[in-house]
């Protein structure tokens, strides 16, 4: 499994994803640049420029049309995919940290940061797709989360709630229109939530996070379904389709990396079995943490951004589909 290194980043990436097709990979860092490459052979399609600080979250329509961004300059901008060019900013008062559209393409949730004054702010955006240079500046939906800041989300898959991950490790389900709490494990984790992705079909979600351990959540209830512990911070993961298998990254602080040999910096991507909750691979590469894991959403190839400013695209082997991951049991789809 060869990976192809995808140099297009000054300084360390903050998120990757790849569209609904599996196509495209955007990915986006610390250098305010948004980057999109053929996640095939690794070749860059573009860059969408127009950020002027660190971007933190990026995330793309199911038609690969519209993809928007959030920034710590304080804005959130949507960006025509095949062009390159800025349709709309929305401006805020203080950074905005996470980013992520609806399965339908037709509505924003994005968190902005608690700084200066200013309360974490959750808000929800309708999409003109009619005219995209022609948006509401005002969010259809806001509220300010109770209790520790929200650091992840996303909308589940019932109508109007949307699920959070927090700082404080806490995971939620809050009602957009009036902004409760419906739901709350105030314990899913013990320390910040640093991400969220949800399955194909949005019915349950894996978290990473800094306690060092991963979760599979129910999106409806918010019911432990299974626990990965490990032995460093968790940066991210995702879920791998089609295969049982979920995929881990992270790694100890940048900070405190210069006194730790590669191995023991474990800047590797896990593989852990989804059902039987054990570690069965790792794969090794950046030379500092990994920040973010994305997997195609045919479960053919899988990405990870690092500290290090590179993007690592790994096509699975045969031997990945041979695998048998239940012994000899036959699986049915």
Known sequence: MRPILLQGHERSLTQIKFNADGDLLFSCSKDSIINVWFSHNGERLGTYEGHNGTVWTVDTDPSTELMVSGSADNSMKLWQVSTGKCLYTWEFPTAVKRVALNEEGTQIVCITEQ?????????????????????????????????????????????????????SGKVALFNVKSGEEIESNERAHGDVITDLQLSKDRTYCVTSSKDKSARIHD???????KTYTTETPLNSAAIAPNRPYI???????????????????????RFWHKVFEEE??????????????????????????????????????????????????????
Not at 123 to 129: L, M, S
Not at 299 to 324: C, I, L, M, P, Q
């Open 247 to 269: 995929l881990l990254g992270g790694g100890q602080e940048a900070m405190s990396v210069t006194t730790t040999s590669l191995r023991q910096g474990k800047f590797e991507t």
């Open 280 to 333: 069965v691979g790792r794969v090794k590469g950046h030379f500092g943490p990994i920040n973010t894991i994305a997997v195609h959403p045919n479960g053919t190839t899988y990405a990870s951004g690092g500290e290090d400013g590179f993007v690592r695209v790994h096509h699975f082997d045969d031997s990945y589909y041979r695998a048998k991951p239940y012994g000899d049991a036959e699986i049915l789809d």
């Open 219 to 225: 999106t409806k209830n918010l019911m432990v379904i």
């Open 115 to 167: 700084r200066m004054g200013y309360q974490c702010a959750i808000r929800v955006f309708d999409i003109n797709r009619d005219e995209p240079t022609k948006q509401s500046k005002e969010p259809l939906h806001m509220f300010n989360p109770v209790g520790s800041k929200a650091t992840v989300c996303a909308f589940t898959p019932t109508p109007g709630v949307i699920i959070t991950g927090h700082e």
